[in-house]
């Protein structure tokens, strides 16, 4: 019930392409989705969060769908650049904070010049 | 925005030798923090749970023992690992939050342990 399952484990694209990244959940109490970004060598970055009253919300190139009934979400990439190759990991927890995130296994994205 | 700070950012010990590794809120008071290890290209792994002025909980399979955590402050965890043997050599990493806020969570920038 703990479990969020990421897909893909990797995934490569050219610049400009729209990567996509899919999580599912299976606790109905997560109410807080966050992604986070990581480069080699660093901490996660948080790049965007959504609460499950919207089904979508955007950020500069980053935008999150979610679909609630199917408790999936996903994360797409608009107009990527090599700059956004690195490690994406969704998360999910209940509440903004105090109790602990479950994570993904992680994507690793490579964008091609 | 929350700044969580991790030092040191990489160090080398010997075998049978103990590290320290400090995380510090730099500009929110944080009523929580998680400790991670995260093995190369895999996920986070949540080693143990610390609120300030509380005993720390561990997840299953970590040994309190030989990962001790402090969190005696609203802005300073610590990880010290005991008796390091190779074994225990990854990247650990911090994250803070404040509870019953929107400060989300907020990470640190990790820590590359090697252990020779």
């Known amino acids: 019930q703990q479990q969020v399952k990421q897909s893909p484990q990797s995934l490569i694209v050219q610049k400009g392409g729209i990567p996509i990244i899919n999580c599912a959940y299976e606790n109905t109490a997560f109410d807080y989705f966050p992604w986070y970004q990581q480069f080699p060598g660093k901490g996660p970055a948080l790049l965007i969060a959504?609460?499950?009253?919207?089904s979508e919300k955007k950020e500069g190139r980053f935008t999150i769908s979610f679909n609630k009934s199917a408790k999936q979400f996903s994360l797409h990439i608009m107009d990527s650049q090599p700059g956004d190759s690195a490690t994406y990991f969704c998360?999910?927890?209940?509440?903004?904070?105090?109790?602990?995130?479950?994570f993904g296994e992680g994507t690793q994205l490579t964008v091609n010049p | 925005g929350a700044v969580v700070s991790q030092h040191p950012s990489w160090v080398i010990c010997k075998s049978g030798t103990s590290v320290k590794i400090e995380c510090r809120s730099l500009?929110?008071?944080?009523?929580?923090m998680f400790w991670y290890r995260q093995f190369p290209k895999q996920s986070l792994m949540l080693m143990a749970t610390s609120n300030e002025g509380s005993k720390a909980t561990y997840e299953q399979g970590v040994e309190k023992d030989k990962f001790l955590i402090n969190h005696a402050s609203l802005t300073l965890s610590t990880l010290t690992v005991t008796s390091a043997h190779p074994e225990d050599s990854s990247f650990y990493i911090c994250?803070?939050?404040?509870?019953?806020?929107?400060?989300?969570?907020?990470f640190g920038s990790g820590t590359r342990l090697t252990v020779v």
């Open positions: 500009d929110f008071q944080a009523t929580t």
């Open positions: 994250s803070a939050t404040r509870a019953q806020s929107n400060y989300g969570y907020t």
């Open positions: 959504i609460r499950p009253d919207v």
């Open positions: 998360a999910a927890s209940i509440g903004t904070s105090g109790s602990r995130l479950t």
